[in-house]
Nanobody
Framework: QVQFVESGGGLVQAGRSLRLSCAAS????????MGWYRQAPGNQRELVAH???????NYADSVQGRFTISRDKARNTVYLQMNSLKPEDTAVYYC?????????WGQGTQVTVSS
């Protein structure tokens, strides 16, 4: 059974940093592309970063240069380091496979950036 548990969110001022963690259970973690998604109120859920099993990364234009995705295969964990946060980064952040599988969504972690 695959399960993702996100943590690390919080309330921060603009310009500050946060690091999100996604603990994965099940065997799919090591062999699949993993991604961080976010959903702001009134918006669709969007993919902001993803990482391949080999470590290749890709970012949405809105976070390029500010966010860094990484994975620790020994810990079955994916991280999202978020620097220079902006109010528009406020959202609930989720991890999932890429392409996503709806049955695997966790509860997410709320990130709120104040101006």
């Amino acid at each position: 059974q695959v399960q993702f548990v996100e943590s690390g969110g919080g309330l921060v001022q603009a310009g500050r940093s946060l690091r999100l963690s996604c603990a994965a259970s099940g065997s799919t973690f090591r062999v699949n592309v993993m991604g961080w998604y976010r959903q702001a109120p009134g918006n669709q859920r969007e993919l902001v970063a993803h990482i391949s099993p080999g470590g290749n990364t890709n970012y949405a234009d809105s976070v390029q240069g500010r966010f860094t995705i990484s994975r620790d295969k020994a810990r079955n964990t994916v991280y999202l380091q978020m620097n220079s946060l902006k109010p528009e980064d406020t959202a609930v952040y989720y991890c999932n496979l890429v392409p996503r599988i709806d049955a695997y969504w966790g509860q997410g972690t709320q990130v709120t950036v104040s101006s």
